[in-house]
Every structure is written in C-alpha cells, then in structure tokens.
C-alpha cells in the first residue's frame, strides 16, 4: 500500500497541474473500453481456475468476476485494456 501512495499523489499533482494551465472549466474523463473480453464458462477444480486466470493474467488481462454455480461450475470473466 505504501509503495503506490507516491504516484497517486504524483497523479493528482499533475492532474491539478494540467487543469491549472487549460483555459476550460472542466476536463472530461473517459472510462476506459476493453480492448477484448475473455469470458468462460466451465467446470474448474481450484488448481486449474488459478492457473487459467494466471495465464490470462500473464497476457494482460484483468480479472473483472469469478463466480461459482454448484461448487466447481465455474464463471470466469476477463478484460483487456
């Protein structure tokens, strides 16, 4: 936790800087779109589920839910930015 305190307060410097020097009175934020979406839907035994979303993860993509049905029916969703 620590560790990212520093570049948060950085971004909000550099947020305030920029807003400071831009002649409007608001800057528009965009949500962020994936790029794509993962989505499986199976039967997992947990050394298997962390494995997938570990490879995903290796790829780049993001963990957004990971719900279970019926114990090892498995519902796994991931995104890449």
């Not at 962020?32 to 997938?52: E, F, L, M, N, Q």
């Amino acid at each position: 936790m620590k560790n990212y305190i520093l570049p948060f307060l950085l971004g909000i410097f550099i947020t305030i800087s920029i807003n400071a020097a831009v002649d409007s009175r608001e800057i528009i934020v965009k949500p962020a779109t994936p790029i794509s979406v993962a989505a499986t839907d199976r039967y997992y035994t947990d050394g298997d589920r962390s494995a997938y979303i570990l490879t995903m993860v290796r790829k780049g993509y993001i963990l957004k839910s990971c719900t279970s049905e019926y114990g090892c029916h498995w519902t796994i969703v991931m995104e890449k930015y």
